[in-house]
């Protein structure tokens, strides 16, 4: 079974500049999230999709960032503009259903911005 | 909200040593606890989960025990190897409806010599 699959692994960019992630879940998971995971701290949820629906954003900085999965399957997360505080890495996982707990992660998009 | 503490890191140990790493918890409900690891230049991946009070999972010699009373789900393993330095992240889940996010400690790294 291929498992979530995320680009691209590594991204630079200047601030104010804009950029976008993309993931893949493994085949069949009906929930994608999106998790920020911050140097030294634990990744904290930022989006998370039920099919192609929106089931939790309240932690998405809306006026920069979005996200969409378009046909309930690959998803894309854009930052515009970035921010240095933005330097993190973006996490993405998939799970069979709400509820199950257990979430496949991908590898993770590290995004630099100086 | 709900929230996730963990033993600051770095930890590290001789191998064949005994390990804990600390975790505890604050939720309202009655969540679902876990254990991921990060191994280096991978995702994360669960390691071990309970579902609910007095539960013990337990994975590759790893062990941890849902105690409610103290609101714990402390990590343990008899005989550490060189192969299991990695960070380790303490997690809960609040089932609450079609939502089911994970919310992550700070993660402790081990490291093991030989």
């Known amino acids: 079974e291929a498992g979530v699959a995320q680009s691209p692994r590594y991204k630079i960019i200047e601030k104010r500049q804009s950029v976008a992630f993309w993931c893949n879940p493994i085949?069949?998971?009906?929930?994608l999230y999106w998790y920020q995971q911050i140097l030294g701290q634990g990744p904290k949820l930022l989006i998370q999709?039920?099919?192609?629906?929106?089931?939790?954003d309240s932690q998405l900085p809306k006026d920069r960032f979005s996200a969409e999965r378009l046909k309930g399957v690959d998803s894309t997360l854009k930052i515009q503009p970035a921010k240095l505080e933005d330097s993190a890495v973006y996490l993405c996982?998939?799970?069979?259903?709400?509820?199950?707990?257990?979430?496949?992660f991908g590898e993770g998009s590290r995004l630099t911005v100086l | 909200g709900d929230s996730v503490t963990q033993m600051e890191g770095p930890v590290t140990l001789s191998e064949e040593a005994f390990l804990t790493i600390n975790c505890t918890y604050t939720?309202?409900?009655?969540?679902?606890l876990f254990w991921y690891v990060q191994y280096p230049g991978e995702g994360l991946q669960l390691l071990l989960k309970a579902t609910k009070a007095d539960d013990k999972g337990s994975n590759k010699g790893f062990e941890a025990t849902y105690r409610k009373e103290t609101t714990s789900f402390h990590l343990e393993k008899g005989s550490v190897q060189v192969s299991d330095s990695a960070v380790y992240f303490c997690?809960?889940?609040?089932?609450?409806?079609?939502?089911?996010?994970?919310?992550f400690g700070t993660g402790t790294r081990l490291q093991v010599t030989l």
């Open positions: 085949s069949g998971h009906a929930t």
């Open positions: 997690a809960l889940s609040e089932n609450t409806g079609t939502a089911s996010k994970l919310t």
């Open positions: 939720a309202t409900g009655y969540p679902s």
């Open positions: 996982a998939s799970s069979r259903l709400a509820g199950a707990g257990e979430l496949f």
């Open positions: 999709f039920q099919n192609n629906g929106v089931v939790d």
